[in-house]
Protein backbone atom coordinates (compact mmCIF):
# COMPACT_ATOMS: atom_id res chain seq x y z
CA UNK A 1 0.00 0.00 0.00
CA UNK A 2 1.20 3.04 -0.97
CA UNK A 3 0.16 6.94 -0.21
CA UNK A 4 0.52 9.32 -3.48
CA UNK A 5 -0.09 12.75 -2.44
CA UNK A 6 -0.07 15.75 -5.35
CA UNK A 7 -1.53 19.24 -5.51
CA UNK A 8 1.60 21.02 -3.56
CA UNK A 9 3.10 24.77 -5.25
CA UNK A 10 3.68 28.04 -4.72
CA UNK A 11 0.87 30.53 -4.22
CA UNK A 12 0.34 34.35 -2.82
CA UNK A 13 -1.36 35.11 0.27
CA UNK A 14 -5.52 34.27 -0.36
CA UNK A 15 -4.72 31.98 -2.85
CA UNK A 16 -6.17 28.75 -3.36
CA UNK A 17 -4.73 25.12 -3.98
CA UNK A 18 -5.99 21.68 -3.85
CA UNK A 19 -4.02 18.91 -2.39
CA UNK A 20 -4.83 15.22 -3.52
CA UNK A 21 -3.45 11.90 -2.00
CA UNK A 22 -4.70 8.59 -3.57
CA UNK A 23 -4.08 5.32 -2.07
CA UNK A 24 -2.94 2.13 -3.80
CA UNK A 25 -2.48 -1.15 -3.41
CA UNK A 26 -4.69 -3.79 -2.34
CA UNK A 27 -6.80 -2.35 0.89
CA UNK A 28 -9.92 -4.33 2.82
CA UNK A 29 -10.78 -1.02 4.23
CA UNK A 30 -9.88 2.33 5.02
CA UNK A 31 -10.75 3.90 7.86
CA UNK A 32 -9.89 7.83 9.35
CA UNK A 33 -8.37 9.57 6.15
CA UNK A 34 -6.22 12.89 7.04
CA UNK A 35 -3.66 16.09 6.38
CA UNK A 36 -0.85 16.73 8.30
CA UNK A 37 1.53 19.36 7.96
CA UNK A 38 5.24 20.26 9.22
CA UNK A 39 6.57 23.71 9.02
CA UNK A 40 10.24 24.31 9.31
CA UNK A 41 11.78 23.52 12.68
CA UNK A 42 8.00 22.67 14.17
CA UNK A 43 6.81 19.20 14.96
CA UNK A 44 4.10 17.80 12.33
CA UNK A 45 0.37 19.08 13.53
CA UNK A 46 -2.91 17.49 12.32
CA UNK A 47 -4.62 19.63 9.84
CA UNK A 48 -8.03 17.96 9.09
CA UNK A 49 -9.17 14.35 9.08
CA UNK A 50 -11.98 12.76 8.10
CA UNK A 51 -14.03 9.69 9.03
CA UNK A 52 -16.21 7.58 6.85
CA UNK A 53 -19.90 8.74 6.81
CA UNK A 54 -18.75 11.63 9.24
CA UNK A 55 -17.89 15.73 9.33
CA UNK A 56 -14.70 16.67 8.88
CA UNK A 57 -12.41 17.29 11.81
CA UNK A 58 -9.67 20.65 11.72
CA UNK A 59 -7.60 22.73 12.96
CA UNK A 60 -8.64 25.65 14.56
CA UNK A 61 -6.22 27.62 12.88
CA UNK A 62 -7.39 26.53 9.48
CA UNK A 63 -11.18 26.21 9.93
CA UNK A 64 -13.56 27.98 7.58
CA UNK A 65 -10.42 27.78 4.88
CA UNK A 66 -9.68 24.57 4.51
CA UNK A 67 -12.03 21.37 3.59
CA UNK A 68 -11.45 17.57 3.47
CA UNK A 69 -12.96 15.54 1.39
CA UNK A 70 -12.66 11.85 0.12
CA UNK A 71 -13.87 9.56 -2.45
CA UNK A 72 -14.25 6.20 -1.54
CA UNK A 73 -14.31 4.71 -5.33
CA UNK A 74 -10.81 6.21 -5.82
CA UNK A 75 -9.70 5.81 -2.56
CA UNK A 76 -8.61 9.39 -2.71
CA UNK A 77 -8.67 11.99 0.09
CA UNK A 78 -8.63 15.86 -0.77
CA UNK A 79 -7.74 19.07 1.13
CA UNK A 80 -9.11 22.48 -0.60
CA UNK A 81 -7.23 24.94 1.14
CA UNK A 82 -8.63 28.43 0.30
CA UNK A 83 -8.04 32.01 1.85
CA UNK A 84 -4.00 30.85 1.98
CA UNK A 85 -1.57 32.62 4.56
CA UNK A 86 1.73 32.63 5.00
CA UNK A 87 1.40 30.45 8.22
CA UNK A 88 0.26 27.89 5.92
CA UNK A 89 3.77 27.57 4.02
CA UNK A 90 4.26 23.79 5.31
CA UNK A 91 5.42 20.35 3.90
CA UNK A 92 2.18 18.68 4.03
CA UNK A 93 1.17 14.62 4.48
CA UNK A 94 -1.29 12.27 3.72
CA UNK A 95 -2.26 10.06 6.04
CA UNK A 96 -4.63 6.71 6.21
CA UNK A 97 -5.31 4.24 8.38
CA UNK A 98 -5.84 0.79 6.30
CA UNK A 99 -6.16 -2.82 6.96
CA UNK A 100 -5.44 -4.60 4.18
CA UNK A 101 -7.10 -7.65 4.48
CA UNK A 102 -10.12 -8.92 6.59
CA UNK A 103 -8.00 -10.94 8.22
CA UNK A 104 -5.60 -8.15 9.80
CA UNK A 105 -6.91 -7.44 13.20
CA UNK A 106 -5.89 -3.99 13.84
CA UNK A 107 -5.59 -1.18 11.33
CA UNK A 108 -1.86 0.52 10.06
CA UNK A 109 -0.97 3.59 9.76
CA UNK A 110 0.04 4.67 6.35
CA UNK A 111 1.50 8.06 5.19
CA UNK A 112 2.42 9.71 1.91
CA UNK A 113 5.24 11.67 1.11
CA UNK A 114 4.73 14.72 1.22
CA UNK A 115 4.17 17.91 -1.02
CA UNK A 116 5.85 21.22 -0.53
CA UNK A 117 2.86 24.45 0.14
CA UNK A 118 4.69 28.23 -0.02
CA UNK A 119 2.54 30.63 0.62
CA UNK A 120 3.74 33.84 -0.19
CA UNK A 121 2.88 37.45 1.40
Known amino acids: VQLQASGGGLVQAGGSLRLSCVVS????????MAWYRQAPGKQRELVAL???????NYANSVKGRFTISRDNAKNAVYLQMNSLKPEDTAVYYC????????????????WGQGTQVTVSS
Open 25 to 32: GSTFSIYT
Open 50 to 56: LNNGEDG
Open 95 to 110: NALIRRTSAQFRPTDY
